[in-house]
Each structure stands twice: as structure tokens, then as C-alpha cells.
């Protein structure tokens, strides 16, 4: 008997977990395409004009200090002519050029790079999203929706946010920096240089320090609000429940506790920042009071010209512009990578499902099923299916019915190979369904479940996911067959009515019927009927029964129900009891034999005879 390894772990990695290099790593082929030899152009251009802006920007204080020394030298001589303003009037104009420039190099790097950013945006976010359709099914029903809409969308947002303010912000400030030093080292000596580079770092590391203790708090906002925005989410998913209940004011309150831990960190996080701001601004003013009394001292030893003195101020305030939002743009950047590798965890979960390398096609030609000693768990201290063996030959019925519980849906979630069977075999035509693609096995198969479940689409949009490329007279056809044609043309709208979300605005019934429609648009060799009429009236019962019949006459059809009624003409009827075959044989063999089978018949016609009859039916499905 083979047997799988256990299921992995389903937990996401935090962005604590790894390097934030890992996490840049893991981006970089996004922003360096292979296959995009354009794309590396763009990103190419937009660094030379990252460059340039700066180098236009490092020269406006020598501009200006050449202007303000010809303007001095003006206004200290005596019966100059006119025309001796010429030169200062020219650099004034190179002044603003410059600024022009510099401006015009950045909108240019921006226009070139935003291409390739949104891209990388693009790339990411649909890379995750297809990976999560690869998981397995055991992840989607440990995960909770909300919260994993939630990691998506802040990482794709991030994405652009680390683009915009690490690659345009922070390494731009830092070539600045290194540029003003070196022309202030070279121009005023190590000194002046010395401290414009001092009052930077004081700034970065105070910056960096408090912003530290800030993302503590900004973790805790983002932790709080994911779950106060699961908890609404899912409580408005279960509106119905809700009220049957009267469970509104419960709801607010699990809501409020969320939202009551987000207030008191956003609190701290807003007060801290001005603890932030008010440092900020002591560190700069002492630099910058610092340099104007060192050049004042130079321009009165005559070492220094008023030019000067305006230009070693006029640097450090050009730094401190952008150093002012460092603190922000540190923060953001911080969070972008922990937001960032939350959203790459999801792509480093292993797929419990997986095809084999270079897996073939299944090829359908009977469309046998044959389960062989198969055994199966959730979890392994119990086991759902315990060696259960059956064979449904080519276009022949197999009904399996039991008690809630006993494994049915099961065999149903297998077939799909949306899990792996834990020991035994499952083929189709002799073909391991382990070792061809799931592609082409779930293209194989139909089914019609117990719990439909609508897109927030028109109904034609939903019928037609069966074959999304079909006409709509094949939805039409397919809305005949499924009886669903007479209710549609009831509708203003028609095809064109919205469903809602989850189809809420149909009713039980109205809904397994878009389900039969979409499984016949898909025409699959093998049929799973899951409880397939359960939210259906007994009239409609019965001509949706008649045209399933008629769709399923020449293909190998798998039917699970609870309604025995529904089952009397299978070819073979399967009874499973606690995971066991208990009983297999035709309808009237089974009454015969007087077994679980036909305790559970004669149990169900009672209680419809009850019902017929006005009184109360039993409640438990067991027999």
C-alpha cells in the first residue's frame, strides 16, 4: 500500500524572517527582464538621468555663489556703467537653468522607468495569483480570504512604492550627498566638508533609530487592521447567519477589538512622529548655524567671500530638503519590504499537489474510474477513507450514498486530485491520475456540487464559465437542458442579471441549475453529480433528474446523494459506512439484502410521507 508524506505546514514567512536583500533579490528579475531588452534600455536611460539631475543640482549653490559675488563686487563699486550687470544677470539666468534642468532630468528618469515599474507591479502581483491557484485546497480552507486579499494587495502596492521612493529618493540623496562633499572638501577644505557629512549621518542615524521603534508600532497597525478587515469581511459574507441569530452587536464588538488596538497604535505612532520631526530639525539647524559661524569667521578673515558664506548655507539647505522626509521615506521603504516579503512567502508554499516533470496529458478514450484500496486523511490522527475499492465501468452509473460523514464528498475532491490519496490508486483508463497534469484530468471531468457557489457576474457570464469561449445560443441550450431557460426569460435583464456576490441574489435552487448548465457547456467524459438536486423542490427535482439522465447516458457518471430517491436507477450503488464499503449492488438488491441500505430507504420514505402528511420529520440524516 503506497502512502504520501504528510501535507506541509500551511504558515507564511514574515518579512522578519529573511534578508530584505533576499526580498530585493527576489523582485530584481521584474525590474531586469531577460526576455525585454527595452525594458533594460528604459532602465539604463532613467540611471543617466538620475545622474545628470543630480550633477545639474550639485552645481546651482556655485551658480549662485558666482552671482551673489558679482552682485556684491556691483554694488560695492563705484560709477559702474550699466552694462557691468551683464555677467550677474547671466548667472542669475544659468541659476534657474540649472533648476530646469535638473527638474526636467527627473520627470525624464520618471517617464522612462514608470514602464518598467508597473510592469514589475503587474508581473508580481499576477505571479502570486496564479500560484495561489496551483495550492492545494488544504491552504484555501486554513487561509482566510480578507486577510490574504489583504497581504496581495499591499504587496503589489508596495512594489511601487519601493520603487518610487528607494530607487528615485533615497539613492538619488546619497549621490547628492556624495557630491556636495566633494565639492565642499575641495572648494572650503576637510572642514566645512566635514561637517555638512557629520550633520547628515547624526540625522540618518537619529532618523533611522526612531523610526525603528515607529514600524513597531506600524506592524501592530497592520496587524489589527488585516484582522479587523477579516472579521468584516467574513461576517458580511455571512449576512443571513447573522441576522437569523441576532448576532449584529457580536459582531461589532469582534470588529472593535480589532479596531480598538489599531486606534491606541496609530495614537502612539502619530505622537511619536513629532518627537521625529522636532529632532529632525534641532540636528539640521545645528549643522547648518554650525557652517554659517565657520564661514562668517572666513568671509571676516578674508578667506571666504559673501559668495561663498551663501553657498556652504545654500548646500546644506539642498540637502536638508529631501533629508527632511527621510524618516518617511525610510519608514515607507521599511514597510514596502516587510509588506513586499509577506506577499513572496505565499510563492515559497510548497504545492501539496503537484504534476509530475514533463507529466502527459491524460488520455480519455472509455472513461473507466477505478479506485484501488484507497485510503485517505485530512489529518492523520483520522482517516476519512479506509481501503475503499469500487469500478465504474464506460458510461455506466455508480451511486454512493451513506451517512453524513461517512467520506462521500471525499472521493469527489480526489477524483479532481485536489488532494492526494494518502495510500491506494485512483485511475481513469488505467492512466495513475498522480501521473498526468491536472490540466488535462480536471478538463476531463464535470461536476454539478452541493454548494454552488456564483462570481459577482451576470448569469451568463456564470452559465458560460463552463466554456467560456461558447456562443450565446450554446448558454442558451445549456440553460434549457439545465431547466433554467423559463426562469431567465422571467428576468428584465435576462443573461444580463447580476448574480450578487456568491449568487446570493438567486435562490438555492436557481443556483444548482447555473451549476448543471455550466457542466453542460464543458461536456466531460466522466460526471460527478454531487447532492446535485439537494436545494430543489420535488417537481423540479424530477425534470432536472430527466434531462441529467439524457446528459449523462453515454458517460461514466459518478453520483453522491443523500436522497436515495435520486438513486434508484444507478447501475450500482455503493453504501459507505465510516469510510468502508459496507454494501455495493443495484437498488433492488440492496432493499433485499435488508442492510444499511435499506434501513436508510425506508427511513427517508417515512420521513416523506411525514412531511406529506403535515408533521414533523425526523432530524438526523444517520440511520
Not at 572648494?187 to 557629512?197: H, K, M, R, S
Not at 533611522?208 to 497597525?221: G, V
Not at 436515495?564 to 447501475?571: K, P, Q
Amino acid at each position: 500500500m503506497r502512502r504520501s508524506r504528510k501535507g506541509p505546514e500551511l504558515q507564511l514567512d514574515t518579512g522578519r524572517q529573511r534578508s530584505h536583500w533576499k526580498t530585493l533579490y527576489d523582485l530584481l528579475p521584474e525590474l531586469w527582464p531577460s526576455d525585454r531588452p527595452d525594458l533594460k534600455r528604459r532602465v539604463v536611460a532613467a540611471m543617466v538621468f538620475l545622474v545628470a539631475a543630480k550633477l545639474a543640482i550639485v552645481g546651482v549653490p556655485l551658480i549662485y555663489k558666482a552671482a551673489v559675488d558679482d552682485l556684491t563686487a556691483f554694488a560695492e563699486g563705484s560709477g559702474a556703467v550699466s552694462g557691468e550687470l551683464l555677467l550677474p544677470v547671466w548667472l542669475i539666468l544659468a541659476y534657474g537653468a540649472a533648476r530646469v534642468i535638473s527638474l526636467s532630468f527627473q520627470e525624464l528618469r520618471d517617464a522612462l522607468f514608470a514602464r518598467v515599474g508597473q510592469r514589475a507591479v503587474r508581473r508580481a502581483g499576477l505571479r502570486t495569483f496564479r500560484y495561489l491557484h496551483a495550492l492545494s485546497l488544504r491552504f484555501h480552507l486554513d487561509r482566510q480570504t480578507g486577510g490574504l486579499s489583504r497581504v496581495i494587495e499591499r504587496g503589489t502596492k508596495a512594489i511601487d512604492t519601493l520603487l518610487s521612493l528607494a530607487l528615485f529618493s533615497i539613492v538619488p540623496t546619497f549621490i547628492e550627498l556624495a557630491l556636495s562633499a566633494g565639492i565642499l572638501w575641495w572648494l572650503y577644505g576637510f572642514e566645512i566638508a566635514a561637517v555638512t557629512f557629520l550633520t547628515v549621518l547624526f540625522y540618518i542615524v537619529y532618523t533611522y533609530r526612531i523610526t525603528e521603534w515607529r514600524l513597531k508600532l506600524r506592524r501592530r497597525m497592520n496587524e489589527s487592521d488585516q484582522q479587523a478587515n477579516t472579521r468584516a469581511i467574513d461576517s458580511l459574507l455571512n449576512y443571513e447567519t447573522v441576522k437569523y441569530f441576532n448576532n449584529e452587536e457580536r459582531e461589532a464588538a469582534r470588529l472593535d477589538e480589532g479596531l480598538r488596538v489599531y486606534e491606541q497604535a496609530a495614537t502612539q505612532s502619530k505622537t511619536s512622529l513629532s518627537l521625529l520631526n522636532i529632532g529632525q530639525a534641532a540636528i539640521i539647524s545645528v549643522g547648518a548655524t554650525s557652517l554659517m559661524i565657520m564661514a562668517a569667521f572666513r568671509v571676516s578673515a578674508g578667506t571666504m567671500t559673501v559668495g561663498d558664506f551663501v553657498a556652504v548655507n545654500t548646500y546644506m539647505m539642498q540637502l536638508a530638503q529631501p533629508l527632511n522626509f527621510f524618516g518617511f521615506v525610510y519608514r515607507e521603504i521599511k514597510q514596502a519590504l516587510v509588506d513586499m516579503e509577506t506577499m513572496f512567502s505565499l510563492l515559497r508554499v510548497p504545492a501539496e499537489v503537484t504534476d509530475q516533470p514533463d507529466a502527459p496529458a491524460m488520455q480519455v478514450k472509455e472513461g473507466r474510474v477505478t479506485f484501488e484500496e484507497v485510503h485517505f486523511h485530512y489529518q492523520p490522527e483520522r482517516e476519512i477513507l479506509k481501503g475503499v475499492s469500487f469500478e465504474i465501468p464506460p458510461g455506466r452509473k455508480l451511486a454512493v450514498v451513506g451517512a453524513s460523514g461517512a467520506g462521500k464528498s471525499t472521493l469527489s475532491r480526489l477524483l479532481f486530485r485536489f488532494y492526494d490519496v494518502t495510500g491506494g490508486t485512483i485511475r481513469i483508463d488505467g492512466q495513475d491520475i498522480r501521473e498526468v497534469s491536472q490540466d488535462s484530468l480536471r478538463a476531463a471531468i464535470g461536476i454539478v456540487p452541493q454548494d454552488t457557489v456564483l462570481f459577482n457576474d451576470t448569469l451568463g457570464y456564470n452559465i458560460a464559465y463552463g466554456r467560456p469561449d461558447c456562443s450565446r445560443a450554446d448558454v442558451e441550450r445549456a440553460a434549457a437542458i439545465a431547466q433554467l431557460d423559463r426562469f431567465v426569460t422571467s428576468l428584465p435583464e435576462g443573461y444580463d442579471t447580476q448574480v450578487g456576490e456568491r449568487g446570493l441574489k438567486l435562490s438555492g435552487g436557481e443556483k444548482q441549475r447555473v451549476a448543471i448548465a455550466r457542466m453542460v457547456l464543458k461536456e466531460p467524459a466522466i460526471l460527478i453529480f454531487d447532492e446535485a438536486t439537494s436545494a430543489l423542490d420535488s417537481q423540479t427535482e424530477q425534470e432536472i433528474l430527466k434531462s441529467l439522465n439524457e446528459v449523462s447516458r453515454a458517460r461514466t457518471t459518478l453520483v453522491i446523494a443523500h436522497r436515495l430517491s435520486t438513486v434508484v436507477d444507478a447501475d450500482e450503488i455503493v453504501v459507505l459506512d465510516a469510510g468502508r464499503v459496507a454494501e455495493r449492488g443495484n437498488h433492488s438488491d440492496l432493499l433485499a439484502r435488508d442492510g444499511l441500505y435499506a434501513a436508510m430507504w425506508w427511513r427517508q420514505q417515512k420521513q416523506s410521507e411525514a412531511a406529506q402528511e403535515g408533521t414533523e420529520p425526523p432530524l438526523s440524516d444517520d440511520y
